[in-house]
Structure formats: C-alpha cells, structure tokens
C-alpha cells in the first residue's frame, strides 16, 4: 500500500493525481470541487514545464482534495477503499477504511501482534508534513484502528514485513522528492500551500 504512511503528504502534492494533462472537460455528476483540484494540478503541471515557473502560490483546499478522492480520481492502493484528510499547521491526519487482508493479499505472519492487521477497519494517521527545497517529509505520529492506538513497535513491523518489501520508500518517516518543481508545501487549516521554483 504504497501511500498509506505517506498519503496524507505525498497525494496532496499531486503524485497520485490522474489526468494532469488532460482537457478538463465537466462531466455528468462530476464533483465540482474534484474539478477546480484537477484544474489546480494541471496549472502545476503546466507551471512545472516553464523555463521560469511562477512562484506565486497555489492553494489546495481541503474539501477540494477529500472531493477528488470520493471522484476517484486517484486509483487506490489495494485495500484502501475510503480516504479524507484534514489539515492544521503543519499536520495532516488522514482517515482511511482498509481492507489489511486485501492489502496484505494472502501474506501471512505468525507473529500474534499483527492479529490487529486483519480484517476491515476504520484507521486513523497522525502525522507531520512539511515540504522544503523540493523535498518533502512526513512523520507518522500515531496510528489508530477503530479508535483503539496502535503500538509503534507493531506499527514498524506490520511496515517492514507487509509494506516495505513493495513500497521501499515508505516508513514511519519518509523523505522523498517533490513532483513538478514544487519547492515549498505547508499544511495549513484546512489547505495545503505550494510553491514551485
């Protein structure tokens, strides 16, 4: 599940984002919101192809990222079937319905403290995000399933046994380089602010 630790970051910036380049044409019971999102990823995109993007800001609102994602606009990681951020400085918390046996897909352990990574469950991440000079970060802070904290030894082992060996770069903190010459990201309430240079 290559976004799960790093969703909450790494899709707000647009990596995830279907069809940047593509004609922006409304379509019948298209979300209006998911429609200024796409119109904002595209001009990022399109600023990102510029000798000299302009750094003026863009602004992502939360409502506009929730609604691209009830859209479907972003394909899903197996076993992620529901996904909404919200923002405050500086910090992102994404809720998330997850499938663990379908994104485990038939991996099993017989280590009893992944007995809580089974079945469908409600999961609730914590982190910190930031983005500077083209690179971004994220700190997973905690990690609930059904209102219940998960321990952070259990939470590191479910990620080294099930996650890392097909998403590498995702942890408990991941550092990874930003898309289309985005140089600054800020979490801020309720908006996500980038810059690009």
């Known amino acids: 599940m290559k976004h799960l630790l790093t969703v909450a970051f790494l899709l707000l910036t647009g990596m ?6 593509a004609a922006i044409r409304p379509q019948a019971g ?5 429609l200024s ?24 609102t939360e409502e506009e990222v929730n609604d691209y994602f009830a859209a479907g606009k972003v394909k899903m990681p197996q076993g992620l079937t529901k996904i909404t951020f919200r923002g405050r400085s500086g910090q992102v918390t994404a809720l998330a319905v997850v499938d663990f046996d379908q994104m485990r897909a038939g991996q099993r352990s017989s280590n009893p403290l992944l ?16 983005g500077s000079e083209h690179r971004g970060h994220v700190h997973v802070r905690s990690v609930s399933i059904d209102g219940t904290a998960v321990p952070n030894f259990a939470l590191e082992i479910f990620v080294d046994r099930f996650l890392k060996p097909k998403y590498p770069d995702v942890g408990i903190d991941s550092v990874f380089d ?9 979490v801020g309430y309720h908006k996500l602010t980038v810059t690009q240079k």
């Open 30 to 34: 298209e979300h209006r919101l998911a």
């Open 178 to 186: 930003l898309p289309e010459r985005i140089d600054t990201a800020t």
């Open 37 to 60: 999102l796409q119109r904002k990823l595209q001009y990022i995109g399109e600023n990102a192809q510029a000798a000299k993007p302009d750094p003026a800001p863009t602004v992502m």
């Open 16 to 21: 995830g984002a279907a069809g940047m380049g």
């Open 115 to 130: 007995t809580i990574f089974s079945g469908t469950h409600n999961v609730e991440i914590d982190t910190d995000a930031s």
